[in-house]
Nanobody
Framework: QVRLVESGGGLVQAGGSLRLSCAFS????????MAWFRQAPGKEREFAAA????????YYLDSVKGRFTISRDNAKNTVYLQMNSLKPEDTAVYYC??????????????????WGQGTQVTVSS
């Protein structure tokens, strides 16, 4: 029933910026804790950022803190990931994830119920 569709990925040079969007449909978006994960070639999927139901709390992977900003617009059923000062090591497929059962922060990919198909971000040197 729940569907997540990511967009905004692409190819940028190091130091550039991208804004990813995740469109949520099917149920009441306001009740879902939202997160972004990423998976680089040959690596396991890792947590990047999360945001609470109200948007009042955010969490980040240490290596992206200060460069990435997660936000949500509940009126538009959309979560965003603003990525600045991009580095080649940020290259990965970025996935949007949603959970309504925990009601608290989790950085585990096993705790999220729904996933998008991913959007590719490539940062050249």
């Amino acid at each position: 029933q729940v569907r997540l569709v990511e967009s905004g990925g692409g190819l940028v040079q190091a130091g550039g910026s991208l804004r990813l969007s995740c469109a949520f449909s099917g149920r009441s978006f306001v009740y879902y804790y939202m997160a972004w994960f990423r998976q680089a070639p040959g690596k396991e999927r890792e947590f990047a950022a999360a945001i609470s139901w109200s948007g009042g709390s955010t969490y980040y992977l240490d290596s992206v803190k200060g460069r990435f900003t997660i936000s949500r617009d509940n009126a538009k059923n959309t979560v965003y990931l603003q990525m600045n000062s991009l580095k080649p090591e940020d290259t990965a497929v970025y996935y949007c994830a949603a959970d309504s059962t925990r009601g608290r922060f989790s950085d585990s990919r096993y705790e999220y119920e729904y996933w998008g198909q991913g959007t590719q971000v490539t940062v050249s040197s």
